[in-house]
T-cell receptor
Framework: QKEVEQDPGPLSVPEGAIVSLNCTYS??????FMWYRQYSRKGPELLMY????GNKEDGRFTAQVDKSSKYISLFIRDSQPSDSATYLC?????????FGPGTSLSVIP | GAGVSQTPSNKVTEKGKYVELRCDPI?????LYWYRQSLGQGPEFLIY????????DSGLPNDRFFAVRPEGSVSTLKIQRTERGDSAVYLC???????????FGEGSRLTVL
């Protein structure tokens, strides 16, 4: 079993839809949880960063962490064509950061 | 510079050759990571430096791969006797500390023929 699993996608949604992206993990030492966005042929860029269980909201994006279930989610409201990218969950204890395999999202105008 | 700089951006080499990939971090960032990303996959952890020392090199696939960061700034990933399976994008990321926000470069795309 990989340390971090992610819904494989690809996902294709109409503009304005709500998108849900999910990851599960096996290592209970993970304390920090992140979502990165990666456009084609670019390096990943940080979208959301959370510590501990609960919700964190930033504009159209909401990150949710449930440490008891080892499950994290990213919700995108009012999705836009510019949100089309690969979304990577990432997590760490106090050292290396481990990434999930990514979910490719296409938002159709 | 303002961001993480990686050179070369593209490298084509022949099987068996030696390759060096360079990463210039954001000034002041003490943590530096190397990842490998294959098409359609997430970044795969290779090695992590805190300052000059390798804090964790458990992701290096075999002894053909080696990385250094002699002065705690620029890092070089070295691959000996390249194989076709080494073809991937090699990403460098830096951070102000461990477990924090990573700032990525645009990657070095390695193709081994």
């Amino acid at each position: 079993q990989k340390e971090v699993e992610q819904d494989p996608g690809p996902l294709s949604v109409p503009e304005g839809a709500i998108v849900s992206l999910n990851c599960t993990y096996s290592n209970s030492a993970f304390q920090y949880f992140m979502w990165y966005r990666q456009y084609s042929r670019k390096g990943p860029e940080l979208l959301m960063y959370t510590y501990s269980s609960g919700n964190k909201e930033d504009g159209r994006f909401t990150a949710q962490v449930d440490k008891s279930s080892k499950y994290i989610s990213l919700f995108i409201r009012d999705s836009q064509p510019s949100d089309s990218a690969t979304y990577l969950c990432a997590m760490s204890g106090y050292d290396k950061v481990i990434f999930g395999p990514g979910t490719s999202l296409s938002v159709i105008p | 510079g303002a961001g993480v700089s990686q050179t070369p951006s593209n490298k084509v080499t022949e099987k068996g050759k030696y390759v060096e990939l360079r990463c210039d971090p954001i000034s002041g960032h003490t943590a530096l990571y190397w990842y490998r990303q294959s098409l359609g996959q997430g970044p795969e952890f290779l090695i992590y430096f805190q300052g000059t020392g390798a804090a964790d090199d458990s992701g290096l696939p075999n002894d053909r791969f080696f990385a250094v960061r002699p002065e705690g700034s620029v890092s070089t990933l070295k691959i000996q006797r390249t194989e076709r399976g080494d073809s991937a994008v090699y990403l460098c990321a830096t951070a102000t500390g461990s477990a924090g926000e990573l700032f990525f470069g645009e990657g070095s795309r390695l193709t081994v023929l």
